[in-house]
Each structure stands twice: as C-alpha cells, then as structure tokens.
C-alpha cells in the first residue's frame, strides 16, 4: 500500500522568503515529529533519523535522502530510502497577489507492516508542522 497526502497552505511572505526555508533540508526535516536527528552528507545529500512508533521497528531508522530536482525558488523533490520505507516530498511555491502558496506532496511507500498506516494517520498533522515551522522561522503569525 502506498500512501499519498497533499496539503496546500498560504503564506503572507515573498516567494523567495519562504524558499530560503523550504531550500533548506535540515529546516525541511526538524519539524517533522519522527526526526530525532539529521545529518547532511552532502551538497543535495542528508539522512534522517527517525523513530517510528510502531510495533515492528523498535529502533532509531536511517532514511538517505537526496534532492533529486532542485528549480529555485520555485521547486525542490527530494526521495528519501530506508530498509522500512521510501518516501518521496515535493514542495511547490507559487506566488500569489497576497505572498506566496506551498504545495506540498508526500508518497511513502512502507517496506514493513504499519509504516503506511502510521503516515496515513499523522502525515497531515506533520505537514501543519512544517507550515507552522516556517510561519516561525519567518515571524508569521498563525
């Protein structure tokens, strides 16, 4: 089973404001809930360690994530694997007369039992947190 969630958001910021967040990767996974560390391994290169509260995985997981299209400020899709699970993110900016919309798109493809069923119930709730991140880290209140 693979599971797909989409959340668009609105943002009273310039495009190239809110890219300068999305084009991070570290800013990108430190509001996901999971993470619990993130090292950068290279220029479009990092790994995400996540602790998925699931039965079967009972330790830390490491997701090698890559940016695999990088169009700024506009674009970024990075794909992300792991021995649980493969995930591919996508976030789309877009300007509009009042700032800026944020397209996001995440697939997760689970390897193990439960990986689908966790991220269909709480990937919209991980979503909110990167939006409320980013209203942070641009001083936007919500």
Do not use: C
């Not at 290169?45 to 079967?56: D, G, M, N, Q, S």
């Not at 996001?104 to 689908?116: I, S």
């Amino acid at each position: 089973m693979t599971v797909r969630v989409e959340r668009t958001f609105e943002l009273p910021a310039e495009r190239d404001r809110v890219w300068s967040f999305i084009a991070d990767p570290e800013k990108r996974a430190r509001p996901i809930s999971v993470v619990d560390d993130f090292e950068k391994t290279g220029e479009r290169t990092a790994t995400w360690y996540v602790r998925l509260p699931i039965p079967v995985i009972d330790r830390r997981v490491a997701i090698e994530t890559e940016e695999t299209e990088f169009d700024p400020p506009r674009y970024v899709e990075f794909v992300g694997r792991s021995k649980v699970m493969r995930v591919v993110g996508e976030h789309e900016l877009h300007e509009t007369d009042a700032g800026t919309r944020v397209e996001n798109r995440f697939t997760v493809d689970g390897k193990l039992p439960g990986v689908e069923r966790y991220f269909k119930r709480n990937m919209d709730e991980q979503l909110r947190n990167i939006e409320a991140a980013i209203r942070e880290d641009l001083g936007i209140e919500a």
